[in-house]
C-alpha cells in the first residue's frame, strides 16, 4: 500500500477563517486537525481540532473550567455569540498553541514510510506531493491506522500468518 492509495481532499482553511467556518469543516469532515494555507493558498501548516475548539471557548474559561459548571445553557448560549469574530489568526499568533509544520510526503511512499514520518514529526495531516494546488490531497493519521489495522487482520495484500 502506498501514499497515494490513502489520499484524500480535505478543506483547507486561512488565517482570517472564523472560529465558526473552522468548527464545520471539523465537525461535518470528522477532522482530526485543520489543514492551514498560507497567503498564497499554500498548505503549510496543521492546527489540531483541540487547538480550533480553543476558539470556542473563552479564555477566562479555559484558564479556570470551574467556571464553565456555572453556566446553564441560556448563558452558554451567549458565550458563543460572537465566534465568528474569532479566526485562526489568532490561534497562529498564540504562542501557547502548537501549529505543526506541513509534512510532504510523495505519492509513491509505502505505509510503513508514511507511518513512521507521521509520528516522527508529530503530525496527523501530511500532503501528498505533486497533488494539484486547487485540489491538494493529504493523508490522515485515522486512514494510516485503518490500514495498518487492515494489514494486521490479514487484509492486507500478504495477508495475516499467524
Known sequence: MRAADLQVVLPVARRETTAVEAGRLIAEGGLVGLVIADEAGTPTAILSAVDVLQLMVPDYIIDDPSLAGVFDEKGASELWDRLDER???????????????????????????????????????????????????????????????????????EGRTG
Open 87 to 157: 479566526t485562526i489568526g489568532e490561534l497562529l499568533d498564540d504562542a501557547g498553541v502548537t501549529v505543526r509544520r506541513m509534512l510532504t510526503i510523495e505519492p509513491d511512499d509505502t505505509l510503513i514510510e508514511v507511518a513512521a514520518r507521521m509520528v516522527d514529526a508529530r503530525t496527523q495531516i501530511a500532503r501528498v506531493q505533486g497533488s494539484p494546488k486547487d485540489a491538494p490531497t493529504f493523508v490522515t493519521l485515522p486512514s494510516v491506522v485503518n490500514a495498518i489495522l487492515g494489514y494486521w487482520a490479514g487484509k492486507g495484500p
